[in-house]
């Protein structure tokens, strides 16, 4: 798989909630060991029960979730640029709980892998417990749905 290197000055680093929190230097740290991917519109993101070892932050454009069970389509959600995905099967071990593809012409986003997570897990425990918290609300809204 090709890997496209982060470039471009930090000035223009996106807003980012979830690492709202981390000093300036971390957050810089973390795109330039994280490859950022780009897709057009409609293009497949993540794979409904697919075996997960990355997350993903938005940094530019949106992607739409979405469950699929007998052959019926379930939108679950939009989400914009400074949210994630993919955290779901990276902290339950699950199969990917949704497909995700993207809306946008040019949606990019961040690729975190399950290493460097675990590293910034262990600097910065806020960033893992808010991944938790959203991973939490996210499984309940797929029962109650
Ligand atoms: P994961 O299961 O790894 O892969 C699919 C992702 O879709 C999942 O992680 C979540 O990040 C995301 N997702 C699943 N359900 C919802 C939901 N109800 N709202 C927003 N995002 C969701």
């Known amino acids: 798989e090709e890997a496209e290197p982060t470039t ?3 000035d223009a680093l996106p ?3 979830l690492f709202s929190d981390l ?3 971390a957050f810089i740290q973390l795109f330039e060991r ?3 991917r780009r897709f057009g519109p409609g293009e497949r ?3 409904q029960g697919t075996h997960g070892d990355a997350f993903y932050v938005i940094c530019e454009g949106s992607v739409r979730v979405f469950r699929e069970e007998d052959g019926r389509r379930q939108d679950l959600a939009t989400l914009a640029d400074g949210a ?3 955290e779901m099967a990276l902290l339950s071990g699950a199969p990917r709980a949704a497909s995700v593809e993207s809306l946008s012409d040019d949606t990019q986003v961040l690729e975190i892998s399950a290493s460097v997570l675990a590293t910034l897990s262990r600097s910065h425990p806020p960033v ?3 991944l938790k918290k959203f991973c ?3 499984l309940l809204a797929n029962v109650m749905n």
Do not use: Q, V
């Open 8 to 10: 471009g000055t930090w």
């Open 15 to 17: 807003s980012i909630p």
């Open 23 to 25: 000093p300036r230097d």
């Open 34 to 36: 994280c490859p950022l």
């Open 45 to 47: 993101i993540l794979a």
């Open 84 to 86: 994630f995905f993919g």
């Open 128 to 130: 893992a417990k808010a």
């Open 136 to 138: 939490r609300e996210r």
